[in-house]
C-alpha cells in the first residue's frame, strides 16, 4: 500500500510539473506514464479518468496556494487591509509561478465533477478572503462575501491578464503592485 500511495503521488507531482512546464495540452494519462517511468496503464490504477488526475492535481495546487498563503499572511501585519494585499500578492505570485495549474485549478468541468471535493478544496480562501474584507470593510452593504467575490474576481482578472502580458502591454508597467492596490481601493475604498 505505501508503495502504491507513493506512485500515486508521483503521478500527481509529474502531472503537475508537466502542467507548470508545457501547459494543459501536454498533460494526458500516457505522457504522465512516460515522464514518471511507469506503463501507459499505470495511471488508471489510480485515476480511472483524465479527469481524476486533472482534479488531483489541481487539488495540489489548491493545497500549495493556501500553503503559501498561509506562510505569507504569519509574517503580515495585522491589518485587515495589509493582509489582503499579501494575500493578493501571494496570488498573483502563484498565477505566474504556476501558470498551467492556476489555470487548471478554476475549470468549471473540474469544480463541476465532484472528484477528490475539488469545489470544496478550492473554498477555505474564499473563506478567508472574505472575512478579511468583512474586517477591512465593516459596512454591511454589500455583504463581505459579494465585495469578497467581486474583489477575487478582479484579482483573477489581473492574474490572468497579467500572464498573457497584455496588462503590460497597455499600462507600460512592469510591477503589477499598482494593480492591486486600485483593485483593493476600488472594492474596499482609499486607504485609511
Known amino acids: 500500500m505505501?508503495?502504491?500511495?507513493?506512485?500515486?503521488?508521483?503521478?500527481?507531482?509529474?502531472?503537475?510539473e508537466l502542467l507548470?512546464?508545457?501547459?494543459?495540452?501536454?498533460?494526458?494519462?500516457?505522457?504522465?506514464?512516460?515522464?514518471?517511468?511507469?506503463?501507459?496503464?499505470?495511471?488508471?490504477?489510480?485515476?480511472?479518468?483524465?479527469?481524476?488526475?486533472?482534479?488531483?492535481?489541481a487539488r495540489e495546487?489548491?493545497?500549495?496556494?493556501?500553503?503559501?498563503?498561509?506562510?505569507?499572511?504569519?509574517?503580515?501585519?495585522?491589518?485587515?487591509?495589509?493582509?489582503?494585499?499579501?494575500?493578493?500578492?501571494?496570488?498573483?505570485?502563484?498565477?505566474?509561478?504556476?501558470r498551467g495549474r492556476f489555470e487548471l485549478m478554476f475549470?468549471?468541468?473540474?469544480?463541476?465533477?465532484?472528484?477528490?471535493g475539488l469545489r470544496e478544496a478550492s473554498l477555505p480562501l474564499f473563506r478567508l478572503l472574505a472575512d478579511l474584507v468583512a474586517r477591512a470593510r465593516p459596512e454591511p452593504e454589500p455583504p463581505a462575501p459579494v465585495v469578497a467575490a467581486a474583489l477575487w474576481a478582479n484579482l483573477h482578472g489581473i492574474a490572468q491578464l497579467w500572464t498573457?502580458?497584455?496588462?503590460?502591454?497597455?499600462t507600460g508597467i512592469s510591477d503589477p503592485a499598482p494593480l492591486l492596490d486600485a483593485a483593493l481601493a476600488a472594492h474596499l475604498g482609499p486607504p485609511a
Not at 73 to 98: I, K, N, T
Not at 164 to 170: E, F, G, K, M, V
Request: glycine share 10%.
Open 2 to 16: 505505501e508503495a502504491d500511495e507513493g506512485l500515486r503521488a508521483r503521478l500527481v507531482r509529474v502531472g503537475g
Open 20 to 57: 507548470d512546464r508545457d501547459g494543459p495540452s501536454a498533460v494526458s494519462l500516457r505522457e504522465i506514464a512516460r515522464c514518471a517511468g511507469v506503463s501507459h496503464g499505470a495511471p488508471r490504477r489510480y485515476f480511472p479518468t483524465h479527469l481524476e488526475l486533472l482534479s488531483a492535481i
Open 61 to 98: 495546487g489548491f493545497a500549495d496556494l493556501s500553503e503559501r498563503a498561509g506562510a505569507a499572511l504569519a509574517e503580515a501585519p495585522g491589518d485587515p487591509r495589509a493582509r489582503l494585499a499579501v494575500l493578493a500578492r501571494v496570488y498573483l505570485d502563484f498565477a505566474v509561478s504556476r
Open 107 to 116: 475549470r468549471h468541468d473540474l469544480l463541476e465533477s465532484g472528484h477528490l
Open 164 to 170: 498573457w502580458r497584455s496588462l503590460t502591454l497597455a
